[in-house]
């Protein structure tokens, strides 16, 4: 999923990459990509989104409220 993510949106597609598959922070994974940590905060709830529509988890959006099916 991360690297069809990582053909989207590069800085997303890294921060899944970073994220999930090498367990960094969020503090290692912004000087990593020579980025503002608050920068990552700004992409991480799009970067779990569209993560979830890869994993078909999604159920709805409502006013910009993502809803997850977890299971």
Not at 17 to 33: M, R, S
Not at 46 to 54: G, N, Q
Request: proline share 0%; aromatic share 16%; with cysteine.
């Amino acid at each position: 999923y991360v690297l069809k993510i990582q053909k989207k949106d590069k800085t997303i597609g890294e921060f899944l990459k970073l994220k999930c598959l090498y367990g960094l922070t969020d503090k290692e994974i912004a000087e990593k990509l020579n980025i503002a940590e608050r920068t990552i905060r700004k992409y991480k709830s799009r970067a779990y989104y569209h993560l979830a529509v890869f994993a078909n988890q999604v159920e709805f959006i409502y006013e910009k409220t993502y809803h997850f099916s977890l299971d």
